[in-house]
């Protein structure tokens, strides 16, 4: 035998329940009922769909997320095109991408967007549970929008989504907010930081020096415990906000706590990327290590105009799949399993054609069928049939067949009753049937 080729390590394949697996990946049936919950949930607040490329010019990040940030100094997979010498990159993040998708189409011409892409993400990390080298971001941008009401209806989009999952707010996920407030009140407030660290230069370890003036708020986020006293005694941003960047804020608060829904303000959130400005946000859960934020987002309303468009402001979150999922399966939170609604079987291949012609028409009346193809003995064959969660069973034996007709076996409400249809009318029969999705659970 060949060697086998593996994915690329931090790379994950997302595969059916029925494939066995040691890590402990979301199957694919949780991350396509997620897919189509988001569609659903989105759709509701309006959202488009956007679709923009894996690939970008190296210089889209550099740009959009800056230079000293985490993903542009050590976790980008940029590569040059040895066709033609292009410096690309696979996109770490969505944001810079749809930016400058809006920028290069003047999309923002006819007024505000409100839209939405889901897809792969690149960051060259070490891969552990909850980060992988390539995982999945929802990614949702509203752009043209200055008001805290957008800010706010963000956020509670995504409290609806999490409701729709399953997921309880407050408990399973919690909201951290921050006002990262405007350039000027920053630079202020990074004046004062400044000369807060010189003045404990003593207590900065290496990371820290070095961002001491290219980069002082990404400080604030140290992991070092060494430094955590020091930290917490710095000089706050909110106390540097003026008049309408506390108004901002306080607008957003107004709308959430009218909600009803409960925040933590963290006056230290400070987000990876330094494009954002006034309202940040994440969606933190404690049951996944230290790999738990689920969501993060806010307001970056400069970033439009520095990748090249007409200056216009703008709001959005990126949510990693992989973790959410992660988190959902933590807590064994019911999720509707797709059963087939009608287990065919054909024990002989002589009634394969008529059977098969018989179930296209009740495919074609919109019936989940799905054949037993391959054989094996008829105990098999109804083991299979019951595991697969379908309603009935269809049995297309040699007699009934040769009378135009076909066994139905109730499988789900415990009679086992057996009954003959004509095989004329089996797919107008199935198609009345109801056939509610069966909540399961995944494992
Ligand atoms: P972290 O602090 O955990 O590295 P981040 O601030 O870099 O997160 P963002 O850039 O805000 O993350 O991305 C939004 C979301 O995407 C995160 O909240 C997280 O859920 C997810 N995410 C980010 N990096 C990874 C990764 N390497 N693997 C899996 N999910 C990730
Ligand atoms: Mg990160």
Redesign the pocket.
């Known amino acids: 035998m060949a060697d086998k080729i593996n994915a690329v390590k931090?790379m994950n394949d997302i595969l059916p329940a029925s494939v066995p697996r040691t890590d402990k990946l979301p199957d694919s049936a949780l991350w396509h009922w997620f897919e189509s919950t988001v569609r659903e949930v989105l759709a509701r607040y309006g959202y488009q769909y956007i679709v923009t490329p894996v690939v970008e010019p190296t210089a889209l990040f550099v740009r959009g997320l800056g230079e000293v940030t985490?993903?542009v100094e050590k976790?980008m997979y940029s590569f040059t095109d040895s066709m033609n010498g292009d410096k690309l990159t696979l996109r770490?993040?969505a944001t810079a991408g749809i930016v400058r998708a809006m920028v290069e189409h003047n999309a923002l011409y006819n007024g505000p967007l409100r839209l939405w892409t889901m897809g792969p993400?690149f960051?060259h990390?070490r891969?552990q549970k909850?980060?992988?080298?390539q995982?999945?971001?929802l990614d949702v941008e509203a752009l043209g929008f200055a008001g805290p009401d957008v800010d706010a209806e963000l956020i509670l989009m995504v409290r609806a989504l999490w409701k729709q999952l399953g997921l309880i707010e407050g408990q399973h996920v919690r909201l951290e907010l921050n006002s990262l407030g405007q350039p000027a009140e920053r630079q202020a407030h990074r004046d004062a930081l400044v000369r807060h660290f010189e003045a404990h230069a003593d207590l900065l370890d290496e990371d820290a020096k070095r961002r001491l003036h290219s980069n002082p708020l990404r400080i604030l986020d140290t992991k070092n415990p060494a430094m955590q006293a020091m930290v917490e005694a710095a000089p706050q941003l909110m106390d540097f906000l003026g008049d309408e960047s506390r108004a901002h804020f306080d607008a957003v608060r107004a709308v959430l706590d009218a909600a009803g829904l409960e925040y933590r303000v963290n006056p230290r959130l400070v987000?990876?990327?330094d494009y954002y400005n006034l309202t940040v946000f994440?969606?933190v859960t404690d049951q996944l290590g230290?790999?738990?934020?689920?969501?993060?987002?806010g307001r970056y309303d400069g970033l439009i105009g520095q990748m090249g468009g007409k200056p216009a402001p703008a709001v959005g979150?990126?949510?990693?799949?992989?973790?959410?999922l992660l988190l959902i399966q933590a807590l064994g939170l019911p999720v509707p399993a797709p059963a087939p609604a009608v287990y065919a079987i054909a024990p002989q291949p002589a009634q394969l054609p008529q059977a098969m012609v018989a179930l296209e028409a009740l495919r074609a009346a919109g019936v989940r069928v799905l054949l037993h193809a391959g054989g094996g003995s008829m105990k098999a064959q109804f083991k299979k049939a019951d595991a697969s969660g379908a309603a009935f069973a269809l049995i297309f034996g040699e007699d009934e067949v040769a009378r135009g007709e076909v066994t139905v076996k109730a499988l789900r409400d415990g009679s086992g009753a057996q009954v003959l249809r004509p095989l004329s009318d089996v797919a107008a029969w199935a198609a009345t049937l109801q056939f509610p999705a069966s909540p399961g659970t995944t494992p």
């Open positions: 931090g985490d993903i976790e770490p993040e993400m960051r990390e891969p909850g980060r992988y080298r995982f999945h971001q987000r990876g990327m994440e969606w230290s790999q738990g934020t689920v969501c993060g987002g979150f990126g949510l990693g799949v992989e973790r959410l």
